[in-house]
């Protein structure tokens, strides 16, 4: 795996423009569904889970 644990989730949260699959390409994954995999075998949720969790706590936190 090129990237690690840490970077794959500051990118899902940090550019919520940028695409699933542009992340996953930057990060070494043959595709979205591999990269879904990793993150519900370390976080319990697919990547666009837990984008949108992120993004949920993020608002919330603005409000």
Known sequence: MATSFQE???????????I???????????????LSRFLKSNVGMTARQ??????EIYKRSEG
């Open 50 to 55: 837990y984008r949108q969790k992120r993004l």
């Open 8 to 18: 794959v989730k500051f990118l899902i949260e940090v550019d919520e423009e940028k």
């Open 20 to 34: 699933l699959q542009q992340i996953a390409d930057e990060c070494g994954f043959e595709s979205v569904s591999h």
